[in-house]
């Protein structure tokens, strides 16, 4: 047993040293391949940076300063008005045995909408018209007493009383007839109330009442409720430092135009114009409010909705203008990124009057065909070196805040 173990022992020193060999060899091999990376990325970062030895230009987005016509908006929200409001009403008492109208359909002027009982105002009329004639057949037999009594007199067989009684009747007899006539009016006018008929074009709204129930002329919650929706109404608001822009707006006798946006601001809606505009400014809420018209044809507003408006107050001609986004700001005010033509950076300190649109209007430090960085800019520094990318006319303005937004918020 124990002349076997220095065999044993011979034997693994040649897998050891075997096994060292291939630890060393893939160790060497591993370290040369990282060392060659190493010189790659080297080669690569050198060639990237120029031959001079500087840094890379710095990719940026940028856009013309241009000369072009300006509007000028007051933003605001508001809420959807109907035209017109209708609560209709019964004007007589009476039990309802027809309604004619749908709820949330729509109904045209003169349509019948709701039907009372009429025969107890059917009788009345009936009644009102036996009286006239009964009181046309008394007028008839005065008028021939009157004219025997004539006769009479003139032969001294009648007295000049009994004429004058009988003209007094005769008279009498015909204003009584006048007075029949306006009760056979007012007859007709009550029996022409069972038949209710809608006062205007518009949407129904939900049935207050149900066939069989009664109804009186003092109920206060009506029948339906019938609202006109084209045209319709947006009242709005815009703050009070706004009104002298809004009543020039209006002293210029065009038309106001007004937008109403979804809530959001993103989506137009429908295009009117101003109809009119509070007498006085909220001071509570320091707003004056208005109201404006859109012919709503497709009845895309409806009423309760609360909308977003535009109201175009001006019109600025031959503006500088620039895209929003290359607006900066800093200690000492607004500023714009500047890039000449040997693409190199200055920064330009700028006054802006008007904003909308995603566009500014520049007064100052700015002329018509320089360039401005529009996207970038986080990166930039007085001087910085850049390659610049002409942005797409479509997104020179609101678009290409967007698209800047989308690219730093991926």
Do not use: C
Not at 75 to 96: A, K
Not at 134 to 157: G, M, V
């Amino acid at each position: 047993m124990n002349s076997l173990q220095p065999v044993v022992r011979r034997r693994r020193w040649p897998l050891l040293i075997a096994l060292a060999a291939v630890i060393l060899g893939s160790y060497a091999g591993w370290h040369y391949f990282i060392a060659s990376k190493a010189a790659d990325a080297a080669v690569e970062l050198k060639t990237a940076a120029g031959k001079g030895g500087g840094p890379a230009p710095i990719p940026v987005t940028v856009a013309p300063v241009k000369k072009a016509d300006f509007s000028v908006y007051l933003y605001g929200l508001g809420t959807v008005q109907p035209y017109r409001t209708v609560t209709v009403r019964s004007r007589v008492d009476g039990q309802i045995i027809n309604v004619l109208f749908k709820q949330g359909r729509m109904v045209k002027e003169g349509d019948t909408l709701v039907e009372i009982d009429p025969r107890p105002y059917q009788a009345a009329l009936d009644q009102a018209k036996a009286k006239k004639a009964q009181d046309e057949a008394n007028l008839k037999n005065a008028k021939l007493n009157l004219e025997r009594s004539l006769t009479l007199a003139q032969k001294d067989y009648a007295t000049q009383q009994q004429v004058d009684s009988q003209q007094a009747m005769v008279d009498q007899l015909t204003a009584q007839i006048q007075g029949d006539q306006a009760a056979i009016d007012n007859a007709q006018t009550q029996l022409s109330y069972t038949v209710i008929k809608s006062p205007l074009s518009g949407r129904a709204g939900f049935r207050l009442v149900d066939p069989g129930n009664i109804v009186h002329s003092s109920d206060e919650n009506g029948i339906v409720t019938i609202v006109q929706l084209q045209p319709i109404s947006v009242v709005f608001t815009a703050p009070e430092e706004n009104v002298p822009q809004i009543n020039q707006a209006l002293e210029e006798g065009t038309v106001v135009p007004v937008e109403a946006l979804s809530s959001d601001g993103l989506r137009m809606l429908a295009q009117g114009s101003l109809a009119r505009v509070n007498n006085e400014v909220d001071q509570a809420s320091g707003t004056i409010r208005m109201k404006a018209t859109f012919e709503n044809k497709d009845n895309v507003l409806w009423p309760g909705l609360s909308v977003a408006t535009r109201l175009l107050v001006n019109k600025l001609k031959d503006a500088t203008v620039i895209p929003d986004n290359a607006v900066q700001r800093g200690p000492n005010g607004l500023y714009a990124f500047v890039v000449g033509d040997d693409n190199k950076v200055a920064v330009q300190a700028i006054k802006v009057s008007q904003s909308g649109d995603g566009e500014s209007v520049v007064e100052q430090g700015l002329t018509p065909g320089q360039r401005v960085v529009v996207t970038g800019q986080y990166r930039l520094e007085i001087g910085s070196l850049v390659q610049p990318t002409e942005a797409p006319p479509a997104a020179s303005g609101k678009e290409a805040a967007n698209s800047a937004a989308a690219t730093a918020h991926p």
